[in-house]
T-cell receptor, first 110, second 114 residues
Framework: QQPVQSPQAVILREGEDAVINCSSS?????VHWYRQKHGEAPVFLMI?????EQKGHEKISASFNEKKQQSSLYLTASQLSYSGTYFC???????????FGAGTQVVVTP | DAGVIQSPRHEVTEMGQEVTLRCKLI?????LFWYRQTMMRGLELLIY????????DSGMPEDRFSAKMPNASFSTLKIQPSEPRDSAVYFCASLSPGGRYGYTFGSGTRLTVV
């Protein structure tokens, strides 16, 4: 039931783009994205509800393909502050429990 | 708004001792979640409450773990007796009404059982 994230890690130079994928074997109600910096708590980035919407947060955006039970997070023109571990969390119904993927470690270098 | 507040930030205890972790929710948030994070297992949901009622405790590892939510703004997670394999960072999180702003996590309690 835990969603599968890929890749496990990615190293970027400042200004480069990256895509993080999240997939589930179950029908989903929503997908959440969080970023966690070392020694800190996860911080909410965005939520996508079923309906195939796309959202953005600064130069970070995401899409949700309800038919494929997949979501992708797009890091565009990455900044040093984007470094951290990105987690997707999935819900199978409204107000249901959020199951997190294993995380994708992102390192942005100067 | 002070956010979700957890205490203590760090706890070191000896095997066999009782440990109590505390969490204060954001006012107006009525769903509370306890997660445990380790390198090996990632973020695991232990239990969650809605309107003070436990909804799903299937993630609680064993009977040594118990959680309560005596009122709308406070929850405790107790481990008795503690074991070294319980060492982890424990987060509580609350969900905004309607859920559109996601979970707000507390800063976590780093538990070390020696």
């Amino acid at each position: 039931q835990q969603p599968v994230q890929s890749p496990q890690a990615v190293i970027l130079r400042e200004g480069e783009d990256a895509v993080i994928n999240c997939s589930s074997s179950k029908a989903l109600y929503s997908v959440h994205w969080y970023r966690q910096k070392h020694g800190e708590a996860p911080v909410f980035l965005m939520i996508l509800l079923k309906g195939g919407e796309q959202k953005g947060h600064e130069k970070i955006s995401a899409s949700f393909n309800e038919k494929k039970q997949q979501s992708s997070l797009y890091l565009t023109a990455s900044q040093l502050s984007y470094s951290g571990t990105y987690f997707c969390g999935t819900e199978q119904r409204s107000w249901g429990k959020l199951q997190f993927g294993a995380g994708t470690q992102v390192v942005v270098t100067p | 708004d002070a956010g979700v507040i957890q205490s203590p930030r760090h706890e070191v205890t000896e095997m066999g001792q009782e440990v109590t972790l505390r969490c204060k929710l954001i006012s107006g948030h009525n769903s509370l979640f306890w997660y445990r994070q380790t390198m090996m297992r990632g973020l695991e949901l232990l239990i969650y409450f809605n309107n003070n009622v436990p909804i799903d405790d299937s993630g609680m590892p064993e009977d040594r773990f118990s959680a309560k939510m005596p009122n709308a703004s406070f929850s405790t997670l107790k481990i008795q007796p503690s074991e070294p394999r319980d060492s982890a960072v424990y987060f509580c999180a609350s969900l905004s009404p309607g859920g559109r702003y996601g979970y707000t996590f507390g800063s976590g309690t780093r538990l070390t059982v020696v």
